[in-house]
């Protein structure tokens, strides 16, 4: 137990958001709270902008500068707040999903006008399969936007979690007036533009108050006592269990660019959020207060200068003191290994660190050595389960263009596929090599890093498969039988893991019908229990 205090004073956590909800901008206010920013607009450099879709150079230069605000640490009223970038572009929704396995909890970011979109929907399944603890922020309250109530509705039906509010929203868009704190009984009122001022906090212990009346006039003042009973009667105090059990999610109503009501979430989230907890690995569950040392890799990140072809891996510091300089046992590669300069992340620049502890991320650099979910240790030999590798969408052959870069090429798809930028699978019994991705914006990236940094000329033929399966199976004899008769469409993972490609949706359905003795997985854990 002898780091406990600086475990308890660690919060290591994540904002998600569909794209454009807000997310960088919340981010930003938050340095500011914190202390880490000086100025509005530091941060806009991480994100990705909309017009670079279709330009992956574009994009990959600013993920090059995403780097330095992969993970952002601050320090508010005594806590050490680290605060994990995900990327928002859904070609790299497979880094997002990642970064969660390094995260203690969430904050949402839900635009007030757009509701629940696509990819917050599927982010939400990642968290609720892990029962991470998860905040909502409901922002671009100064837009018009749906229903307060229907919002919530629409927030708890469709990310299947019970929501309970901790503001209550006095009217939106133009005539948006600020919030209740149901917690503090202070009513925020808001001035777009400006940070809200004491004399915006006007403190209401009881609601019948003529105060709240002369502040925001009879009708919405009406309007909000109504709210506040309907919803202290649905909801009454918030259970802190049932948030940090992934069972209720606490919300807040703001506007992130006004700086408006992220002081009360920053406040709550100092409150509740959890410090670093135990986590399961191969072999036994792993307490933070451990004497001994581990952590994992959940992101690998390529130096984009083809010149050093050094990259940097995200090692999450889950047990005991991490020390600069000092040898750990590498369990996948049995070999001990040491780290002369790991840096942490600040908003700006990359400091050497000497030591780390449980909930923070360093940077170590590699030039080959890690992989996405490597476990480092005193000794022990076990791995953190729950990083997932998931099932690609978009699949290509590598044709190999000069047949003198063979070692070339495939030392680099090894390289590529390690960082976990695709999956490479090799045709069964064959030596097919196939690219997976969920984006198609991952193949342009692979083919010119390819070129540029390994000297191998590719084509890529896309190949008609719609989704790679996992496949087990208790009886061997089922298994091979099956192999047997789909032998096109049998794949190898990286690990040697029998992978099934499907042409469709129709015939993956018919191939689980037909076969009832072989399961089918959609992800594949890179480590199990
Ligand atoms: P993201 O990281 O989730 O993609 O979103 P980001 O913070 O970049 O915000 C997307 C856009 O929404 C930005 O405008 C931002 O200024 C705006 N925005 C963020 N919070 C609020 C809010 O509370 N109210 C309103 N009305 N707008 C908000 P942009 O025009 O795309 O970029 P910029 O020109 O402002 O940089």
Redesign the pocket.
């Known amino acids: 137990m002898k780091y406990i205090s600086e475990i308890n004073r660690r919060k290591t956590f994540a904002i998600i958001?569909?794209?454009?909800?807000?997310?960088?901008?919340?981010t930003e206010k938050l340095l500011l709270f914190g202390g880490a920013i000086q100025t509005a607009g530091a941060v806009?450099s991480n994100?990705i902008k909309k017009h670079a879709t279709s330009d992956f150079m574009e994009i990959e230069r600013q993920r090059g500068i995403s780097v330095a605000t992969s993970v952002m640490t601050f320090e508010y009223q005594g806590f050490l707040i680290n605060l994990l970038d995900t990327p928002?572009h859904k070609d790299f929704a497979e880094d997002t999903f990642r970064t969660l396995t390094a995260v203690d909890s969430v904050v949402l970011?839900v635009d007030s006008v757009n509701g629940v979109e696509e990819q917050t929907r599927r982010l939400m399944e990642v968290i609720s399969m892990r029962k991470t603890p998860v905040i909502v922020f409901i922002?671009?309250?100064?837009?018009d936007g749906k229903n307060r109530f229907d919002l919530l509705e629409e927030i708890e039906k469709e990310l299947k979690i019970q929501l309970h509010p901790m503001t209550v929203p006095i009217n939106s868009g133009r005539d948006f007036k600020g919030v209740y704190d149901i917690h503090e009984k202070e009513l925020v009122l808001f001035t777009a533009g400006t940070k809200a001022t004491e004399e915006d906090m006007v403190r209401i212990n009881d609601l019948s108050d003529p105060v709240l009346d002369a502040r925001i006039g009879n009708k919405d003042a009406a309007i909000l006592r109504e709210d506040v009973e309907l919803i202290d009667g649905v909801y009454g105090e918030l259970n802190v269990d049932d948030y940090l059990s992934g069972h209720t999610a606490p919300v807040f109503f703001?506007?992130?660019?006004?700086n408006?009501g992220v002081k009360e979430m920053l406040d709550t989230f100092i409150r509740i959020a959890p410090t670093p907890r135990p986590r399961a690995t191969s072999t036994r569950e792993v307490k933070p207060e451990e004497d001994k040392f581990s952590g994992f890799v959940f992101k690998i990140h390529a130096n984009l200068d083809p010149k050093h072809r050094d990259r940097i891996a995200f090692l999450r510091v889950c047990s005991g003191r991490f020390s600069r300089n000092t040898y750990y046992h590498h369990v996948r590669l049995d070999k001990d290994v040491r780290f002369s300069n790991p840096y942490s992340f600040m908003a700006r620049q990359k400091d050497v660190i000497e030591e780390a502890y449980p909930g923070d991320v360093v940077g170590l650099f590699d030039t080959g050595n890690f992989k996405i979910g490597d476990t480092i240790t005193e000794g022990e030999d076990f791995y953190y389960t729950g990083i997932p590798s998931f099932s690609p969408e978009i699949f290509k052959e590598v044709i190999n263009k000069d047949p003198m870069k063979t070692k070339q090429l495939e030392k680099g798809l090894m390289q590529l596929t390690d960082e976990g930028v695709a999956q490479l699978f090799t045709q069964h019994g064959g030596n097919k090599k196939i690219i997976g991705c969920v984006g198609d914006l991952q193949f342009e990236v692979i083919q010119y890093r390819l070129l540029q940094e390994y000297g191998a000329s590719v084509q890529m033929n896309t190949l008609p498969f719609y989704k790679a399966c996992w496949i087990s199976s208790d009886d061997p004899k089922k298994l091979q039988e099956f192999i047997k008769y789909k032998l096109a469409n049998i794949a190898e993972d990286k690990d040697g893991h029998l992978v099934y490609l499907a042409q469709s949706e129709w015939f993956l359905n018919t191939e689980r019908t037909n076969n009832p003795g072989i399961e089918f997985h959609f992800t594949s854990e890179i480590h199990k229990s």
């Open positions: 958001s569909h794209p454009d909800a807000g997310k960088t901008t919340l806009k994100k928002g970011v922002n671009k309250m100064d837009r703001g506007s992130a660019v006004n408006f």
